[in-house]
């Protein structure tokens, strides 16, 4: 394996990096680039976390190195292909897997889907399913309130990335551990990622994009480790982060003005789908995340239809015509075709609603929400 034993081999750092990390992890941590340490008595001052400023700080240097090999033309073509395509195929893991089936339970699916969604959120490192189930529902129940763990009300940067930089509030700590994460504790997939995410996420997210480059087509080790690695993972995750940032501050409201997540066309195009975000707030059990059924802004939906259509996806979730109407006629901002609403927002636009839902199986989800509500693919008995 000449990319791994190479003296100063990019690979090799990053590897035994992660692997020092490790060791001093337990079960339920995270890798230390982005977990944030879990103390009780903290406030809103901004306790920073280092060793996450630096390796963020190696990664953005790093990717703007990929991005001038890709520009001036040393990076071959197929190594620019292949880091789009393996960043789509790795977000889809996160916006139809970690997202869409186990955050909100909008739609069930077989273990092939979901061994497939599994695979594909690891390449995507962005903690593994459990992890990331347990801080989504929490950002729902509590969203732009202290419990939150990217609060948009403190600020786009904060929002964006600087959550990850600095140690979590103490509500988003409490509020978490009383979220019910009983279904993934049931799901052996689930359950076997988390114990295995140490090893298989280096693997998965920057050895194996860096190696296939250089045995399949012959491209420089060196170029394959910035290009294929760390820019197509850097890119990757900032078009995730503006979903919690730019889609909680700029865009319309079509379904609640009162809220502070917005519909951003351009965000939801760069995020699969994943930025229809005042609608998503609404309806977080809709398993499209959204009224619109163009697949060119909304490619996860795309998969979970298709994945439906060959019986690996079923019990999709939707929302009827009748409630979006009502909902958009009710507290919309008037941007909605169907509403006539005034399109002044609330003076405080950041306003929480009592009992919010974080998805399909939410005890706080109301029986008419469930009666109107339309489900697609159902199991056959």
């Given amino acids: 394996m000449i990319l791994y034993n190479m003296p100063g081999s990019p690979l090799l750092s990053m590897n035994t990096y992660l692997t020092k990390q490790a060791k001093s992890l337990d079960e339920d941590d995270m890798p230390k680039i982005f977990n944030v ?26 990717a703007l190195y990929g991005l001038y090999l890709i520009f001036t033309g040393k990076a071959r073509l197929w190594t620019y292909v292949f880091g789009i395509i393996f960043a789509i195929g790795s977000a889809l893991g996160v916006t139809a897997g970690a997202h869409r089936l186990w955050a909100h339970r909008a739609y069930k699916a077989r273990w092939p889907l979901r061994l497939f969604l599994a695979i594909m959120q690891t390449m995507a490192f962005q903690n593994h399913i459990y992890e990331w189930v347990r801080d989504h529902r929490v950002h729902h129940k509590f ?8 609060n948009a009300r403190r600020g786009f940067f904060f929002s964006h990335m600087g959550w990850l930089m600095v140690r979590k509030h103490k509500d988003v700590l409490e509020k978490g551990a009383l979220v019910d994460m009983s279904d993934l504790e049931k799901d052996p997939i689930v359950m076997f990622q988390k114990k295995t995410y140490l090893v298989g996420m280096p693997l998965l997210c ?3 994009p860096a190696m296939i480059p250089v045995y399949w087509w012959g491209e420089d080790p060196w170029i394959s480790w910035y290009v294929a690695s760390i820019t197509r993972y ?12 730019a889609a909680h501050i700029w865009g319309n409201k079509p379904y609640d003005k009162n809220i502070g997540a917005t519909d951003h066309k351009l965000v939801a195009t760069l995020a699969l789908g994943e930025a229809w975000h ?3 707030h609404v309806f977080p059990w809709d398993y499209k995340a959204a009224e619109l059924g163009n697949y060119s802004t909304n490619l996860s939906t795309g998969l979970i239809d298709l994945a439906a259509k060959w019986g690996l996806a079923y019990d999709l979730k939707t929302v009827s015509n009748e409630m979006i109407i009502k909902r958009a006629s009710r507290t919309g ?3 909605h075709p169907s509403s006539k609403a005034s399109n002044t927002l609330n003076n405080d636009h950041h306003y929480h609603p009592e009992n919010p839902v974080w998805g399909w ?21």
Avoid at 234 to 244: K, M, Q
């Fill in 37 to 62: 340490s879990e103390q009780k008595n903290r406030s809103h001052e901004w306790q920073i976390v280092w060793r996450n400023v630096l390796a963020f700080v190696y990664m953005h240097i790093a």
């Fill in 143 to 150: 969203s732009e309130t202290d419990a939150d763990p990217h």
């Fill in 206 to 208: 920057f050895v194996i």
């Fill in 234 to 245: 850097t890119v990757s995750l900032h078009f995730t982060w503006l979903v919690n940032s």
């Fill in 278 to 280: 005042n609608y998503h």
């Fill in 333 to 335: 901002d008037g941007t």
């Fill in 361 to 381: 199986d939410d005890q706080d989800m109301s029986e008419e929400d469930r009666k109107l509500a339309e489900i697609a693919h159902r199991k056959s008995d």
